[in-house]
């Protein structure tokens, strides 16, 4: 679960990077294990309303994530399909908690270091960590945007 918690967090955090935009758009809090999406962090440990619909399609066993059946693409676009394979590539002959170590590298956890709980991280230190803090209204604008749709297609 921590390998798959970190991908998750590398990948939205490289999109962003690269886009401007994140794949996921969680909110993003320090863990004594580097930083997580808060929400998709509950809905994989079965405490979120979502969780039920992560069930159906991944099965966990203690801190073990199997694939049940395959969830398609969804709605993920080529760009963002080739973001998670490259860091699937970068990172997938290392231990988890070498890839924790590496994430515990990052500016914006540094920054926003927990402790013993969880801290958020403003969104800020994250576009500031991956040289975007010059564009932060423009993109915290778009990315408000993008919720806004989600929330009304739902």
């Known amino acids: 679960m921590i390998r798959l918690?970190?991908?998750?967090?590398?990948?939205?955090?490289?999109?962003?990077?690269?886009?401007?935009?994140?794949?996921?758009g969680d909110r993003i809090v320090a863990m004594k294990y580097g930083p997580v999406l808060s929400r998709t962090y509950d809905i994989i440990k079965g405490e979120d309303t979502e969780s039920e619909k992560w069930d159906k399609y991944f099965e966990k066993f203690q801190n073990t994530i199997k694939?049940?059946?395959?969830?398609g693409l969804g709605s993920l676009s080529k760009f963002e399909i080739?973001?998670?394979?490259?860091?699937h590539e970068l990172f997938e002959h290392m231990a988890e908690f070498d890839i924790v170590e590496e994430t515990h590298d990052y500016p914006e956890w540094k920054n926003n270091r927990p402790g013993d709980c969880s801290r958020p991280i403003p969104y800020e230190d994250i576009l500031d960590a991956v040289g975007l803090g010059d564009k932060v209204d423009s993109i915290r604008e778009d990315t408000e945007s993008v919720e806004f749709m989600r929330q009304l297609l739902r």
Not at 67 to 71: G, M, N
Not at 82 to 87: A, D
């Open 5 to 24: 918690v970190k991908l998750l967090y590398i990948a939205d955090r490289k999109c962003l990077q690269k886009s401007g935009n994140p794949i996921i």
């Open 67 to 71: 694939l049940r059946k395959s969830p």
């Open 82 to 87: 080739e973001i998670l394979q490259e860091v």
